[in-house]
């Protein structure tokens, strides 16, 4: 079974840490995908990585593919950033995403 | 930019009754894909579709489900006897290719009573 797992699955911070989630996956895949889902519901594509290192503003994705691990940290945290965090992941052989179940951030003022 | 939309946002329904979720893809892609959520839980797949036919389907796409492409630019995912457990919120997606990045739309809240 393809199973993706995020950690932690609720993290609360202040305003202006610097924040990591993590994901791990089982079998080896063709990309991952990281997502924000927002209070009301709407999902985001933030990032699509097969390797290495993507930068979009404060936000940063890593991938391991080796250890079959990324991370999602987050730069400066603002109130703002509070939201699920979801990573996906994508195989060759299948057209779907298989996503992880999540991670609640709450950014503190 | 291009979004893309889904109609309606919130459905009641009553237990039984078929139920047509509306969705408006990206014009220029060619994947489009529906997912469901039920509340508190991760998001699933439930059916992929390109040219005009079903790519992949989850188990949970059973024969109560089917997807249509009417015309050039609504994808519609048809519940035919709808279900206490059918309840959850249900995204439509898009892409320009397989594998790549997935567009989301806001959303369809569907409860049934």
């Known amino acids: 079974k393809n199973e993706v797992e995020q950690s932690p699955q609720n993290l609360t911070a202040q305003e202006g840490e610097f924040i990591t989630i993590n994901c791990s996956y089982s079998v080896g895949i063709s990309a991952l995908h990281w997502l924000q889902q927002h209070p009301g519901g709407g999902i985001v594509s933030l990032f699509m990585l097969s390797s290495g290192k993507k930068k979009h503003g404060r936000l940063i994705a890593t991938i391991n593919i080796q250890e079959k691990h990324s991370s999602l940290h987050i730069t400066a945290s603002h109130p703002r950033d509070s939201a699920v965090y979801i990573c996906a992941v994508s195989y060759p052989s299948f057209n779907q995403f298989y996503f992880g179940t999540g991670t609640s951030l709450t950014v503190i003022p | 930019e291009p979004e893309v939309t889904q109609t309606p946002s919130h459905q009641v329904t009553q237990m039984g009754q078929e139920v047509i979720l509306r969705c408006v893809p990206i014009s220029n892609h060619l994947y489009f894909y529906w997912y469901r959520q039920i509340l508190g839980q991760k998001v699933e797949f439930l059916v992929s579709?390109?040219?005009?036919?079903?790519?992949?389907k989850s188990e949970i796409f059973d024969d109560q489900f089917s997807v249509e492409r009417p015309d050039g630019s609504n994808f519609t995912l048809k519940i035919r006897s709808t279900k206490l457990e059918d309840s959850a919120m249900y995204f439509c997606a898009s892409s320009q290719d397989r594998g790549e990045t997935q567009y989301f739309g806001p959303g369809t809240r569907l409860l049934v009573l």
């Open positions: 579709f390109y040219n005009n036919e079903i790519s992949e």
